[in-house]
């Protein structure tokens, strides 16, 4: 395995923005259960580390889901009582999977040392390798709780004599109700595990893992254990796990707010966070790739018996839709195809805000994640300008000139690369405050692609969170080329409300949306209305009612969609430009046209799928309006 020398982490996080701010990522699982010896695999593949290098390879291929910590677990089978049986690693450099599996690489070349030819023999590699297990799990870590160092990777594991009561556990998701859970068991948590909604997640099932050994000790019934605890958890999660004594499982929520993927064959179980991941590690098609239901499990016995239990009631299906507009991979059909159309659906609001004038306007994208709703968008505009021409060449009847003719076809959209990624800015940065003048030179403007004070520029992003960058940078950086308008359109909704379900966006004073709201509320003298709802929220606690309801919903309903828009564009307009600046965003009904099966849209309505999404947003309000920069949970 080949792996790339560490890049500076500053760097890296500094000069990742997109045009407005980066989206914090989610968390990505993978999990493979091998069905076969190793000896298969090193006969039918030619190698005996097959399935560590699908790990390696279905952990790369979800690698921009997290950013800042890797880990894998390994169990073997059939172990000898004595010796080691669990085996994890975990870590939080600059490049994580690189730094495990180079970890992992480094025992077996110390083993080719002495053995040179050790790989030829299946059952030695799996006596001396420690990650040479059936079941291995694989996370990659975007930190939303917690700090950002490897004691906080996943999986986390709970170690005991017994074989049946180990159990490593990883996963992607967040909940939101940590706090009862350690109630509800009758633990006490630590200054680590309160930082943790996994090590609360593992506490809980451990606890009637213990219970369920206790039992049946013979024949333990993970799904059993799965029904009792599952229930408990508020939040969206897909997560994975494996017991000491062999046993697999991977479980979703009942709204399927995370999505889960697994893979089935003769050879080997997987499943991930993402369907295209499986896909192109394993060469498969997209109908073999099935989606776990929201509520189910998968559970592999140790004797690699499969079955798929429900294990809590499927509630409606709230399948984040973040997913589909900005963190999955657009390889995958589906989400390309939404992507588009996601596009698409935008070009009759952009027709109509450059009144219909292609010939002079210009079309881009930043960052290079928007490029596929770009092409979209593009092509709503394209199919208005066809029905043009046919429209004109027809009113011509036979009075056809051959050079109006050809003025007329060769009409199109333009179409340009504005901005270059610089990958050269990514060897170092400075202090914080050289940020804004940084960012702004991590693209390169394309210069001679616009006419002064005649072209109007359209520029494509994924989604408007907080606006900073793309006040401070980049119209800055747009505006060099002097056009004569600058139109920013947003393939998603305004985004007004926190999530609380496994994206890092907590902080309701962070969305420019509902900043925007707030000076609404005080250009119109209405503003008191903040105070009269931090009053609400403090009854609803002492009522015990916070879940109930979403109070910030009235902070916006005040204004409509448009006016709200105006004052992002206002917002975000560097002071002292001259050129206007315009908003356009993606409306709720087109995003759900767009993404049918993806209709978790709490970010843009504040319409939560489990009542801790209430008390979080609530939460967050109440932390505004008391100037705390922490999370809502």
């Given at each position: ?6 890049q ?20 990505g ?31 790369e ?153 206790e039992?049946?000790?013979?024949t ?15 939040g ?31 050879d ?34 140790n ?51 450059i009144?219909?004038d ?7 994208f ?5 490029e ?60 914080d405050v ?23 520029l ?31 359109v ?20 962070d ?74 965003y ?21 319409n ?26």
């Open positions: 395995m080949c792996f790339q020398l560490k500076f982490g500053v760097a890296l996080r500094l000069l990742t923005k997109s045009m407005s701010d980066a989206i914090k990522h989610e968390c699982l993978a999990f493979i259960r091998l069905r076969k010896s190793f000896a298969h695999y090193q006969q039918k593949y030619g190698t005996v580390m097959w399935g560590l290098n699908k790990m390696y390879l279905l952990m291929k979800q690698h921009n889901r997290g950013q800042d910590g890797a880990g894998v677990a390994a169990v073997k089978l059939n172990v000898e009582p004595g010796y080691p049986f669990l085996s994890r690693i975990r870590s939080s450099a600059n490049q994580p999977i690189a730094d495990v599996f180079r970890q992992i690489g480094e025992e077996y070349k110390e083993l080719q040392k002495f053995n040179p030819d050790i790989s030829n023999h299946a059952g030695l590699m799996k006596g001396h390798m420690s990650f040479m297990g059936e079941i291995l799990i694989g996370h990659l870590r975007y930190g939303t709780q917690g700090k950002n160092n490897a004691e906080f990777c996943h999986p986390f594991i709970k170690r005991h004599t017994i074989p049946a009561r180990n159990l490593a556990l990883a996963g992607n998701f967040n909940l939101v109700n940590t706090e009862e859970l350690f109630e509800q068991i009758g633990i006490n948590p630590g200054e680590f595990q309160r930082q943790s909604d996994l090590a609360a997640m593992l506490e809980v099932i451990y606890h009637y893992l213990v219970k369920e050994d039992v049946s000790p013979q333990m019934d993970v799904a059993n254990v799965l029904r009792q605890a599952v229930p408990l958890f508020d969206g999660f897909h997560v994975g796990g494996v017991t000491g004594s062999g046993v697999g499982f991977v479980f979703r929520d009942a709204h399927g707010i995370r999505p889960s993927y697994y893979y089935i064959d003769d080997v179980v997987v499943a991930a966070s993402e369907r295209a991941a499986i896909r192109t590690t394993f060469n498969v098609g997209e109908n073999e790739v099935k989606e776990l239901m929201p509520g189910h499990a998968l559970i592999v016995s004797d690699g018996e499969i079955s798929i239990e429900q294990i809590v009631d499927s509630k409606e299906r709230k399948a984040c839709s973040f997913e589909r507009i900005y963190f999955s991979r657009g390889s995958d059909e589906k989400i390309y195809k939404e992507r588009s159309r996601l596009g698409y659906n935008l070009s009759k609001q952009v027709l109509d805000a009144n219909y292609l010939k002079n306007t210009i079309f881009s930043i960052p290079n994640t928007a596929v709703a770009f092409y979209g968008l593009v092509k709503g505009c394209d199919d208005y300008l066809k029905q043009i021409k046919i429209d004109r060449i027809l009113s011509w009847g036979n009075d056809i000139d051959p050079e109006k003719l050809k003025e007329m076809v060769s009409r199109q959209v333009r179409i340009e690369k504005i901005a270059i990624k610089d990958v050269k800015m990514r060897t170092f940065i400075t202090e050289s940020r804004s003048e940084m960012v702004q030179h991590v693209y390169d403007i394309t210069y001679g692609t616009v006419r002064k004070n005649e072209d109007t359209v520029v494509i992003d994924d989604s408007i969170v907080r606006g900073t960058t793309l006040k401070e940078s980049i119209i800055r950086m747009l505006a060099r080329l002097n056009p004569k308008r600058i139109i920013v947003s393939s998603s909704p305004q985004i007004r409300y926190p999530d609380c379900y496994g994206i890092d966006m907590s902080k309701l004073g969305f420019i949306a509902f900043n925007a709201a707030v000076e609404l509320l005080k250009e119109r003298g209405q503003d008191g209305l903040l105070q009269e709802l931090y009053n609400e929220c403090v009854e609803l606690i002492k009522n015990d009612q916070l879940h109930t309801v979403n109070v910030v919903k009235k902070v916006y309903k005040l204004f409509t969609n448009e006016e709200i828009t105006q004052k992002i564009a206002q917002l975000i307009t560097p002071a002292n430009l001259t050129i206007p600046v315009d908003v356009i993606q409306t709720i009904e087109s995003l759900h046209e767009a993404c049918p099966s993806n209709l978790g849209d709490w970010y843009f309505t504040g939560y799928p489990t009542e801790g999404g209430n008390r979080v947003v609530n939460k967050a309000f109440m932390n505004y309006m008391e100037g705390k920069n922490t999370r809502g949970y």
